[in-house]
């Protein structure tokens, strides 16, 4: 594993140790409970004030909205104060301040806990994504593809085609991360590759750039994927997510590689929530506090996502359907066993999406992302 003091440095350790001593005894498959956070509800709790809470309007950040409405929060003794704001000003908030605790993606977020004396610490991970999805349209190449096809078949398709994709955010990372495992045991002259959009960059750097081996990669908009993938030019493939992979697979187009399919567990990088340093300092129980709510929240969520769903999309004013298929959504039960060891399974989720943001900061990919934040 890696360096150990790398890794605790990130993590906001009394937090951690709060998580742990969640000793729920259900397993994950059955109706859960959190004894560390329902104890409290025989007293009145301490009063810790007002909790700023950064939230994102996605399905991802349910659990603060769950603690919110079902008063969670408040059985702990905070008063929670939310805004929906996007990843980088929830994490511009965590480092000035104006927010205490905040939900991240799984992309670039994991970047800002790696920075030298990073005003922001790791409280727990979240879900667990397979959100990112790559659908093949229904008369490009690859249109006979499937989730069941071979790594081998998938490269071949991939092979002078054009995909379009968000490439500064998640997609790209999956991107990135897919053509490293398609060229597995490729000679140089046999690698599929791309040149990075809005750069003079080659990915990979490796390949021999072969004509016939070129991806032509279309940067774009999560949004305005299913307006190209349903175009008279179409695409032949496209990286997306929800809501818009569950538009497209509504319309008959096939997913043909997802992080769990395609790449494994191994490459998983979770959701987290963050909390400023600042704040974790001058009000330790409180962030203990928030923990045992939110983990009530995660049991909510856990058994009966559909509410989960419905409490999200109100708070959002969101009129459709998320997809809760798209992402392992733990327990507490799963999160206390996930820290219980520093060898653990939630380690190992901090270790591998360490090595991998690592590896990101001095890819093209992360020169993009320089040049455009």
């Not at 279309?218 to 032949?236: E, K």
């Amino acid at each position: 594993m890696k360096n150990k003091k790398l890794l605790t440095s990130l993590l906001a350790m009394g937090a951690i140790a709060t998580l742990a001593a969640c000793n729920n005894t259900q397993a994950s498959s059955t109706p859960s409970s959190t004894p560390a956070a329902s104890s409290t509800a025989t007293s009145k709790p301490a009063d810790y004030g007002t909790i700023n809470i950064g939230l994102q309007s996605n399905f991802g950040a349910s659990a603060g909205f769950v603690g919110i409405s079902e008063g969670y929060f408040k059985e702990q003794g905070l008063t929670p104060a939310s805004q929906i704001l996007g990843g980088p000003a929830i994490i511009t908030g965590l480092q000035t301040g104006t927010l205490d605790v905040g939900f991240l993606g799984n992309g670039v977020a994991w970047n800002y806990f790696l920075k030298e004396n990073a005003p922001i610490k790791l409280m727990t991970i979240d879900n667990l994504t397979n959100d990112d999805r790559m659908i093949v349209s229904t008369s490009g190449k690859g249109s006979t593809l499937s989730e069941k096809s071979t790594n081998e078949e998938l490269y071949t398709a991939l092979k002078g085609a054009k995909v379009a994709l968000a490439y500064d955010k998640t997609p790209g990372t999956f991107f990135q991360s897919l053509i490293g495992v398609l060229n597995t045991d490729k000679a140089t002259d046999q690698q599929i590759w791309y040149k990075v959009p809005g750069t003079t960059d080659v990915y990979p750097t490796t390949a021999s750039q072969v004509a016939g081996f070129e991806i032509t990669l279309q940067s774009m908009d999560n949004g305005s994927v299913t307006a190209a993938m349903t175009g008279s030019t179409a695409p032949d493939f496209c990286v997306t997510f929800s809501p818009v992979s569950t538009a497209l697979t509504t319309l008959g187009l096939k997913v043909v590689a997802t992080t769990l399919g395609r790449l494994g567990d191994t490459k998983l990088t979770p959701s987290t929530w963050a909390v400023s340093t600042t704040y974790l300092a001058a009000h330790g129980d409180a962030v203990k506090a928030f923990l045992r709510g939110l983990m009530k929240s995660f049991d909510l969520r856990h058994d009966n996502p559909s509410k989960a769903s419905s409490i999200t999309a109100d708070a959002n004013k969101f009129d459709g359907t998320y997809d809760t298929s798209i992402a392992y959504w733990p327990s507490s039960s799963d999160i206390s066993g996930y820290f219980a060891t520093d060898t653990g399974k939630g380690m190992q989720y901090v270790n591998q999406s360490v090595i991998r943001s690592s590896a990101r900061a001095s890819s093209p990919l992360a020169r993009l992302r320089a040049k455009t934040s």
